[in-house]
């Protein structure tokens, strides 16, 4: 049997091995090699030849591409990494620029919107990972990587295991989503250390499969908002808001770094958007006139 292996320039072998160095994710290193590498495709030479000048006329190209500012700003941090630490020439970067990325409201499923979402999903292996996520407010990574152990019923939590950023925290576990969890487990019986087994053996459920999931059982509910998994995340956040929680505790369960980010949920919970009295209830009402008689008949 012939055995095809993709040789590895020794130039992108250096930026993986500085990528290891660092200990950066596996998505993030998959996302910088393919920056440098659209980049060299781009520019049809090795990109350690690149001018500074070069660079200036990518981004000016991926603008008139119409790249989405997420997707253009993940690129320049790509070349970031490749020409300031792989190359050791930060200079070459002077003239890329990251853009501003339009700041947007997540929209925000109701309590009932939420049900009535979980309850379409037509598996209870999918209903059960769709309450995860929303009554631990995971992330649908989180999700998908739940194992058995990380449930500690004894002190009513959920344990996150390297969770975003690589960091462990604990979560709630309600008496409900514990019942939702125990009814699965003994419907199920799930093999292996996953709470959610995938198709290949000893791996867990992906993210597509969750996302694709998300997707059927939207269309079932016929709900007129757009949702997601992190829709249910979103939500999570807001009606925890809504019901008194504070926001250092949604920070810590939600597993944000900086409390500026669990802060947008303060424009979308209405107990806060809707405290303030809205001046026009304040007006004073106009006094209603006497009805005039009525016209005679023959006028």
């Known amino acids: 049997m012939n055995t095809t292996t993709q040789r590895v320039s020794p130039l992108r072998q250096r930026m993986v091995e500085d990528m290891r160095l660092r200990k950066l994710g596996a998505k993030t290193q998959s996302g910088y090699i393919r920056a440098v590498r659209h980049f060299a495709g781009w520019l049809h030479r090795s990109p350690d030849t690149a001018s500074a000048e070069d660079l200036r006329r990518y981004q000016l190209h991926c603008v008139d591409r119409g790249v989405s500012p997420i997707t253009l700003n993940a690129t320049i941090t790509g070349l970031k990494f490749f020409f300031e630490v792989t190359m050791s020439r930060p200079e070459l970067m002077a003239k890329m620029r990251p853009v501003r990325v339009a700041r947007t409201l997540p929209m925000i499923l109701s309590r009932e919107e939420a ?29 998908v990587a739940l194992k058995v152990a990380d449930i500690d019923s004894t002190r009513m939590v959920l344990r996150v295991e390297q969770g975003k950023g690589q960091k462990d925290r604990y979560v709630m576990l ?29 791996e867990p459920i992906s993210t597509s499969a969750v996302d694709a999931t998300c997707r059927k059982v939207h269309r079932v509910s016929k709900l007129s908002k757009p949702v997601t998994p992190h829709s249910l995340r979103h939500a999570f956040a807001v009606h925890l808001l809504e019901a008194g929680t504070d926001l250092r505790t949604i920070q810590l369960l939600l597993g944000h770094r900086s409390l500026s980010t669990t802060a947008q ?7 806060k958007v809707c405290a303030a009295t809205s001046p026009l209830e304040l007006l004073p009402r106009p006094i209603p006139k006497a009805s005039s008689p009525p016209a005679p008949e023959h006028f």
């Not at 939702?180 to 709470?195: D, E, F, Q």
């Not at 949920?265 to 107990?271: F, K, V």
């Open 265 to 271: 949920y303060l424009r979308i919970a209405t107990n």
């Open 115 to 143: 049900s009535r979402l979980i309850e379409s999903a037509r598996t209870l292996k999918h209903r059960t990972a769709l309450s995860v996520a929303y009554g631990a407010g995971l992330r649908v990574s989180e999700v």
């Open 174 to 202: 309600s008496a409900r989503l514990l019942e939702v969890l125990t009814n699965y487990w003994r419907a199920v019986r799930p093999t292996g250390a996953w709470m959610f087994p995938g198709a290949g053996v000893g």
